[in-house]
């Protein structure tokens, strides 16, 4: 079982960054996938970013090169790096992990891009 929980969400104008966090309990294996998605409001979930089992990292073509998405395994933590944020990147964000075939989601964390 995995528990994850997202944190570094909040409101940041145009241009700004921030580092999302998404803590696990119990740990994180080098066989587990990670990724991030989003949920836009009055949109549906989509895919951001993920880091394979062996290490490749994909992105959506709406955010690559500003987002860079990173794990580090000693303090169990998923990071995704978000530069250059423009409004269209407000949404509840997600972190995912899958093991074993099986996909486990934190509760998500609020990204509000606005002047």
């Known amino acids: 079982q995995v528990q994850l929980v997202e944190s570094g969400g909040g409101l940041v104008q145009p241009g700004g960054s921030l580092r999302l966090s998404c803590a696990a309990s119990g740990g994180i294996f080098s066989g587990d996938a990670m990724a991030w998605y989003r949920q836009a409001p009055g949109k549906q979930r989509e895919f951001v970013a993920e880091?394979?089992?062996?290490?490749?990292?994909n992105y959506a073509d709406s955010v690559e090169g500003r987002f860079t998405i990173s794990r580090d395994n000693a303090r169990n933590t998923v990071y995704m790096q978000m530069n250059v944020l423009k409004p269209d990147d407000t949404a509840l964000y997600y972190c995912k992990v899958v093991r074993a075939g099986m996909d486990y989601w934190g509760k998500g964390t609020l990204v509000t891009v606005s002047s």
């Open positions: 880091m394979t089992t062996v290490g490749i990292t």
